[in-house]
């Protein structure tokens, strides 16, 4: 069974960093792009990051680039994401993901397959 627990979200204020953590279990974790997304209230579910199999492909939506990383530890089948320089606008829900593609990893939503139950990232200004 696929299971992915995220876990590093709280209260920070504007300026500050958060490091979340995705630990997986139930599939071979070093063969799939993992990625995050968010969902502020009211909002639609959107993209952040993803990362490919072995790290050597990555992505960003243009708003988070320069302030977010996200990275992964395939022997402790965990990805994670650093979080620095945080706004406000960063509040919401973040998710980490699988992809369904073995391997790759992609921009779209659609292109996930399994989803954690996710972690609350509020940012006061």
């Known amino acids: 069974q696929v299971q992915l627990v995220e876990s590093g979200g709280g209260l920070v204020q504007a300026g500050g960093s958060l490091r979340l953590s995705c630990a997986t279990s139930?599939?071979?974790?070093?063969?799939?792009?993992m990625g995050w997304f968010r969902q502020a209230p009211g909002k639609e579910r959107e993209f952040v990051a993803s990362?490919?199999?072995?790290?050597?492909?990555?992505y960003y939506a243009d708003s988070v680039k320069g302030r977010f990383t996200i990275s992964r530890d395939n022997a402790q089948n965990t990805v994670y994401l650093q979080m620095n320089n945080l706004k406000p606008e960063d509040t919401a829900v973040y998710s980490c993901a699988r992809s369904s593609i073995l391997f790759g990893a992609s921009l779209n939503v659609g292109d996930f397959r399994f989803w954690g139950q996710g972690t609350q990232v509020t940012v006061s200004s």
């Open positions: 139930g599939f071979t974790f070093s063969t799939y792009g």
């Open positions: 990362i490919t199999w072995n790290g050597g492909r990555i």
